[in-house]
């Protein structure tokens, strides 16, 4: 899906929300940033949860680039 544009239409820049949204939402994305704040915290990280957040929502963003079946919401 990608990262939208500045130039990008309202329509466009809503679809990503919900997709980001969809991601969030997920159990396995609740999953891993559950995980990465056990890590985290463990390694005295400052604002763990909000790292953890950050953390996990890029892997997945990035996992979709390099596998195109999640692109096309088959996730």
Known sequence: MGVPRFD???EEIREWLNHIALICLSAEFQELKKEL???YR?????NCTLVAFQDALYAFLAQEEDNPVYQSGAF
């Not at 463990?42 to 400052?46: A, I, K, L, P, R």
Request: charged share 35%; aromatic share 0%.
């Open 8 to 10: 990008s239409s309202e």
């Open 37 to 39: 704040e056990r890590i």
């Open 42 to 46: 463990c390694s005295n990280v400052e």
